[in-house]
């Protein structure tokens, strides 16, 4: 098991930083992969970036070059680093944890942080 904390969210101008932070508790963080999900109104929700227990990352291509995603196994918890952020990335964003024991997985979710950006 696992449950999700996230925090950071709120509101920022176009242009500003926010960085979202994501903590975990239950003992396997560190052996699964994580994500961070946002959903804006009327849409589906939609992966933002990955980050495996090894590090190895995957963005959405709206996000390359302006959002980081990192991971503290030491601490269990991911973060999201958001630059340069545009309108267009208002939305609640979800932390994901997704644990694989072949060929099934399990996927854990948090509860959601608002991220609103004024033009």
């Known amino acids: 098991q696992m449950q999700l904390v996230e925090s950071g969210g709120g509101l920022v101008q176009a242009g500003g930083s926010l960085r979202l932070s994501c903590a975990a508790s239950?003992?396997?963080?560190?052996?699964?992969?994580m994500g961070w999900y946002r959903q804006a109104p009327g849409e589906q929700r939609e992966l933002v970036a990955t980050i495996t227990h090894g590090g190895n990352t995957n963005y959405a291509d709206s996000v390359k070059g302006r959002f980081t995603i990192s991971r503290d196994n030491a601490k269990s918890t991911v973060y999201l680093q958001m630059n340069s952020l545009k309108p267009e990335d208002t939305a609640v964003y979800y932390c994901n944890g997704r644990t694989v024991v072949s060929p099934t997985y399990t996927d854990y979710w948090g509860q959601g942080t608002q991220v609103t950006v004024s033009s």
């Open positions: 239950g003992s396997i963080f560190s052996i699964s992969t």
